[in-house]
């Protein structure tokens, strides 16, 4: 019995690694379709599918060169821009025809080692298997600290419930392929928080983030809490609620000021400082609360407008990629 494996990878200014990654991961692939895995009940064809997410070095170049030298198992899907790593990944999920669809990023952070295990989970009847990072020494010691309090925040107030450390490096089948490729198209993304919510039988890999092969990452603490405050204000309403909340201790705040008014009422004429703190605290809370609904508005406007999530400009299809769709 054989299944169709497809990498999909996202690519964005990678030239210095995409080569070692390939040679990499495709020694790997190679040795599961010749079945030299005995843990492995079935062996494994494969599709490396490049998502060149609009690069500016020689990332394109590279990819053409490798395409040209594995025409059987290189797909090679280009931007006409960059549009994130969000967006390749959508792609990926949309050209690829795997039976079993492996996400994970060129940098070999994410170990290819573990495909092997991946595919013996889902010989075990999982349906998607998540990463769990353990360790990432290479990112430091503030993102790390940063990324953790994140998944506890998120996980406290949304309903869906994200695995810590949990990463961009995941597998699904061709079943959860099929309801994230129909039925999650916002264009606001957090495709491992999608994964997390739409069910199916799951289990979970941990892993220790190896060195970068080449380049630096291209999330910066910006671009990060841009989308950690998208990815909240996608799977939670909370932020919304904070207006009750914030009524409350402003109505209890007020009864405190009434109950110290009238027992100071017989004193020196006082309350200026009290009167500009309150006025201070209220506003500050206003404009926060407007801002929330802003963020919730703005993200209404994208999906509304109902851009694409990506533009191809070019696709070229791995012949394994090419057969299992006419079959």
Not at 203 to 218: L, M, P, W
Request: hydrophobic share 40%; with cysteine.
């Amino acid at each position: 019995m054989s299944e169709l494996i497809s990498l999909i990878v996202s690519v964005y200014n990678e030239e210095k690694g995409l080569r070692q990654f390939y040679d990499t991961t495709k020694r790997i692939l190679e040795d599961m379709r010749a079945g030299k895995y005995p843990a492995l009940k079935c062996t494994y064809d494969y599709e490396i599918c490049f998502v060149n997410d609009g690069s500016t070095d020689e990332s394109g170049r590279v990819l053409q060169e490798l395409k040209g030298a594995d025409q059987k198992h290189v797909t090679v899907v280009t931007f006409s821009k960059n549009f994130g790593h969000e967006a390749a990944m959508t792609a990926g999920l949309d050209y690829a025809s795997g039976n079993i669809l492996i996400f994970m990023d060129a940098d070999l952070q994410h170990p290819p080692e573990l495909i092997p295990e991946i595919a013996k989970r889902f010989e075990a009847g999982f349906e998607i298997v998540s990463m769990a990072r353990t360790k990432n020494e290479s990112a430091g010691s503030l993102k790390n600290l940063t990324s953790g309090l994140f998944y506890k925040f998120i996980n406290k107030i949304s309903d869906t419930q994200l695995i810590p450390g949990a990463s961009d490096f995941f597998a699904i089948n061709d079943k959860a392929a099929e309801v994230l490729k129909c039925n999650y198209r916002e264009k606001v993304r957090f495709m491992r928080g999608f994964v997390q919510n739409i069910g199916f039988n799951k289990t979970v890999i941990e892993y220790e983030a190896a060195e970068r092969v080449a380049g630096s990452s291209h999330y910066n603490m910006k671009k990060l809490l841009k989308l950690s405050v998208d990815t909240i204000i996608c799977f939670s309403d909370m932020p919304l609620k904070l207006g009750i909340y914030a009524g409350f201790a402003a109505g209890i705040m007020g009864v405190a000021l009434i109950i110290y008014t009238f027992f100071t009422r017989g004193g020196a004429p006082s309350g200026y400082a009290t009167i500009v703190i309150v006025l201070c605290f209220m506003s500050a809370v206003l404009f926060m609360l407007l801002g929330i609904i802003g963020e919730y508005m703005s993200i209404l406007f994208r999906e509304i407008k109902d851009k694409p999530i990506y533009i191809v400009r070019n696709v070229e299809a791995a012949e394994v990629n090419r057969e299992n769709r006419d079959t």
